[in-house]
């Protein structure tokens, strides 16, 4: 009788819900960082898709459903915190609240707001967390638990 035991493979709906749920969490609390610094926040992309990959690693996703799940959850985050930075530059030009920005701002103001402060470092930033997630998400174990 064997010994050890085979981790079944996370569901589809598992996979996109924990993929959602992550890229959000991390898009937020880039956001939220990044607001606490004067300037040069695009970096805590990496240090963030670092940790979706750990996450995801910890919860079992080590096969390539993992690291499509990883890229997938850092775009997320990515678009989100884009979409959270432009309420925030909207509000302070406008005098408006940040809640009531997020709930009243439509997308094609959102797309030129972010868009008018995306630069190149942005998206090799963006490959970076990317690789870093992908990587964490596939090592190996070095130990034997």
Not at 11 to 37: R, Y
Not at 73 to 100: E, K, N, P, T
């Amino acid at each position: 009788m064997p010994t050890t035991q085979r981790r079944k493979l996370p569901g589809l709906w598992s996979c996109v819900f924990t993929t959602a749920i992550a890229g959000l969490a991390a898009g937020a609390l880039w956001c939220l960082l990044a607001l606490g610094l004067s300037r040069g926040g695009e970096f805590l992309i990496v240090p963030l898709g670092g940790a979706i990959g750990w996450y995801l690693r910890w919860l079992g996703y080590r096969s390539r459903r993992g690291v499509v799940c990883a890229v997938a959850s850092v775009l997320v985050a990515f678009v989100y915190a884009q979409w959270l930075f432009a309420a925030v530059r909207v509000a302070q030009m406008l005098g408006f609240s940040l809640r009531a920005t997020l709930f009243k701002m439509d997308w094609g103001l959102a797309w030129q707001a972010a868009s008018a402060n995306l630069g190149t470092w942005d998206f090799v930033w963006l490959a970076l967390a990317c690789v870093a997630a992908m990587w964490i998400t596939r090592r190996s174990k070095t130990h034997a638990a």
